[in-house]
């Protein structure tokens, strides 16, 4: 009678517990600036908004001047961010990239391409501005560590640009 209880591998693989992509989305967010100060209840919410995407090594993820709808997560893999042919940066799983198009839908600025197979989730603006107008306290957190965000990427931007330029003065 215990033998008849039993199920299959065709049962078993039909009810086959799906990948848990939001918790190991929320693990990723929690690391990340943008939910700096948000309790692990507040960043798993977000992870579900969250819209998953693979892509294969080689295949654009978007191009420049594509209409930015939002920032992307990369739980695995890498994407080169490139314009025209140079790569300007490489993105590596927990990063987070694209997040300007969370302030504005402009056009991106460059190319973002996966070296290697990728999996992204995707925080679109949309969701991002339902959220906002819902949680008004927490949406200030969340744009202060924003504007923290795209302060420091405009530093280290500076930053290289300054090293580059006197390197070339000094020829």
């Given at each position: 009678?215990?033998?008849?209880?039993?199920?299959?591998a065709?049962?078993?693989?039909?009810?086959?517990?799906?990948?848990?992509?939001?918790?190991?989305?929320?693990?990723?967010?929690?690391?990340?600036?943008?939910?700096?100060?948000?309790?692990?209840?507040?960043?798993?919410?977000?992870?579900?908004?969250?819209?998953?995407?693979?892509?294969?090594?080689?295949?654009?993820?978007?191009?420049?001047?594509?209409?930015?709808?939002?920032?992307?997560?990369?739980?695995?893999?890498?994407?080169?961010?490139?314009s025209?042919?140079?790569?300007?940066?490489?993105?590596?799983?927990?990063d987070?990239?694209?997040?300007?198009?969370?302030?504005?839908?402009?056009?991106r600025?460059?190319d973002?391409?996966?070296?290697?197979?990728?999996?992204?989730?995707?925080?679109?603006?949309?969701?991002?501005?339902?959220?906002?107008?819902?949680?008004?306290?927490?949406?200030?957190?969340?744009?202060k560590?924003?504007g923290?965000m795209?302060?420091?990427?405009?530093?280290?931007?500076?930053?290289?640009?300054?090293?580059?330029?006197?390197?070339?003065?000094?020829?």
């Amino acid at each position: 009678m215990a033998g008849k209880f039993q199920t299959s591998a065709l049962w078993h693989n039909y009810f086959k517990p799906k990948d848990d992509w939001v918790e190991d989305t929320a693990k990723k967010c929690e690391e990340n600036l943008l939910f700096k100060g948000f309790s692990p209840t507040v960043v798993r919410w977000f992870a579900a908004k969250m819209h998953p995407r693979e892509y294969d090594a080689g295949e654009t993820i978007f191009h420049a001047g594509d209409e930015g709808a939002g920032a992307i997560l990369l739980r695995s893999g890498k994407i080169a961010i490139r314009s025209k042919g140079m790569d300007l940066a490489t993105i590596n799983a927990g990063d987070m990239f694209g997040e300007v198009a969370l302030v504005d839908g402009q056009a991106r600025t460059a190319d973002a391409v996966a070296v290697e197979p990728c999996e992204l989730v995707f925080l679109l603006r949309t969701d991002l501005n339902d959220w906002i107008n819902s949680q008004p306290k927490h949406a200030c957190v969340l744009l202060k560590n924003l504007g923290a965000m795209l302060a420091g990427r405009l530093l280290e931007s500076n930053k290289n640009l300054s090293h580059v330029i006197s390197e070339d003065s000094s020829k």
